[in-house]
């Protein structure tokens, strides 16, 4: 059972528009979320997280919106740059206390020059 | 600064052997992760540990076995290799578990043949 959801594979995006990336998530009493990038080859790096208590946090050029009610997150990234190009994954800390992370399937990027 | 440090970073194994997958991490670090990731699919987590000496299992621990004897090391260790276990391996640490960031490793791609 998928908790958390990235129904989109892949998006590409001309250079300088917006890039959206979205995510789902089923159980209702997920209370922090975070976002990482990830290159061929590299880690996953994190890049910017949400707190349920808010609905919006901003980071340069990257900003999480958070829609308790729909379940729903989304990333965006204004203006998108070739280097963006990576694979998004969207993750949903456990809520149990188990201080484990649940990660969605990744959104593969492709900012086009 | 290191931060988390695999090794190694390839390795083809044949069916039924066994192998260690090393991580190490400098950051003083109580939380510890194995992740899979399986192509197009996200990270799934094998086995965790909240600090030194404590360990649990995570989503698919079926064929790993971990140890974590200090806050440093936390060695993944694979007993009688098979097909399903081809996968990319990314260990991961963070401090106070999943509301905080979790700092990735490199990763090992493991072939089993």
């Known amino acids: 059972d998928q908790q958390v959801k990235q129904n989109s594979p892949s998006l590409s995006v001309q250079e300088g528009r917006i890039s959206i990336l979205n995510c789902d998530y089923t159980?209702?009493?997920?209370?922090?979320f975070l976002w990482y990038k990830k290159y061929p080859a590299e880690g996953p790096t994190f890049l910017i997280s949400i707190s349920s208590i808010k609905d919006k946090n901003e980071d340069g050029r990257f900003t999480v919106f958070l829609n308790k009610s729909a379940k729903h997150l989304s990333l965006h990234i204004v203006p998108s740059q070739p280097g963006d190009s990576a694979v998004y994954f969207c993750a949903a800390s456990d809520p149990s206390g188990t201080y484990k992370y649940i990660f969605g399937t990744g959104t593969r990027l492709k900012v086009l020059a | 600064n290191a931060g988390v440090t695999q090794t190694p970073k390839f390795r083809i194994l044949k069916i039924g052997q066994s192998m260690t997958l090393q991580c190490t991490q400098d950051m003083n670090h109580n939380y510890m992760y194995w992740y899979r990731q399986d192509p197009g699919m996200g990270l799934k987590l094998i086995y965790y540990?909240?600090?030194?000496?404590?360990?649990d299992k995570g989503e698919v621990p079926n064929g790993y076995n971990v140890s974590r004897s200090t806050t440093e090391d936390f060695p993944l260790r694979l007993e009688l290799a098979a097909p399903s276990q081809t996968s990319v391996y990314f260990c991961?640490?963070?401090?106070?578990?999943?509301?905080?960031?979790?700092?990735f490793g490199q990763g090992t791609r493991l072939t089993v043949v």
């Open positions: 159980n209702s009493m997920f209370d922090y």
């Open positions: 540990s909240v600090g030194a000496g404590i360990t």
């Open positions: 991961a640490s963070s401090t106070t578990g999943g509301r905080t960031e979790a700092f």
